[in-house]
C-alpha cells in the first residue's frame, strides 16, 4: 500500500472504525485515541497491507486490542487505589507561607520568577539568565529589586497587630535577610 493509498484508506474507515470501537468501549474519545494509536502502528506495515487483503480487520483487532489493555491498566489502578488507604489529613500551609506567597504575588511577573528560581527552586543565576534569554546583569539586579520589594512586603509594623514575619524572613530594621 503506497502513502496515498493508505492516506485514503485512513479517510475511508476512519469514522467508520472509530464508530465501532466507540460502541465497543463505550466512549468517543478512547475509542478515536486507540483506533488513532492502531493506525500509527499500521502506517509502519502499509505496505505488506495488500498482502493482508484486510487491512481494515487488522487496524480494528488492534484498536480493540489497545482498548483492553488500556481498561486492564485503569482496573489496576483502580484497585491499588481503593487498597491504598487515603492519608489522615494534609495540613494546609502555614501562615509564613502564606504571608510569602501573597508578597510574592505582589512583585513584578520577571522579579517574582527570578526570585522563585533562585531562592526556592535553587538556580543559579548563571542559568536563570540562560533559561529566561536575560543578561546576568539583568537576573541579579532582578534578584536584588526583588527581594527589597519582598522585605517591603514581608516586615511587620509594630502597630499592624498582623501576624509577623517568622526565621529567615527580612526585617526592616536592620535591612538584611536573617
Do not use: N
Amino acid at each position: 500500500m503506497t502513502e496515498d493509498e493508505f492516506d485514503a484508506f485512513y479517510a475511508a474507515t476512519f469514522p467508520r472504525l472509530t464508530g465501532q470501537l466507540a460502541a465497543f468501549t463505550g466512549d468517543r474519545e478512547e475509542a478515536q485515541d486507540v483506533v488513532q494509536e492502531a493506525f500509527v502502528r499500521a502506517w509502519d506495515r502499509r505496505r505488506d497491507f495488500l498482502a493482508d487483503e484486510a487491512p481494515e480487520a487488522w487496524i480494528r483487532t488492534v484498536a480493540m486490542r489497545l482498548a483492553v489493555s488500556r481498561w486492564r491498566r485503569a482496573r489496576r489502578w483502580l484497585e491499588l487505589v481503593r487498597r491504598t488507604p487515603p492519608p489522615d489529613s494534609t495540613p494546609g500551609p502555614g501562615p509564613d507561607h502564606t504571608a510569602l506567597v501573597a508578597a510574592l504575588r505582589q512583585l513584578p511577573k520577571a522579579q517574582r520568577m527570578v526570585i522563585v528560581l533562585h531562592h526556592l527552586c535553587d538556580v543559579s543565576v548563571e542559568r536563570i539568565a540562560s533559561e529566561t534569554g536575560a543578561p546576568v546583569g539583568t537576573v541579579k539586579a532582578r534578584l536584588y529589586r526583588g527581594r527589597a520589594a519582598l522585605a517591603k512586603h514581608l516586615v511587620l509594623d509594630e502597630a499592624d497587630g498582623g501576624p509577623g514575619p517568622g526565621p529567615g524572613s527580612v526585617r526592616k530594621e536592620s535591612g538584611r535577610v536573617g
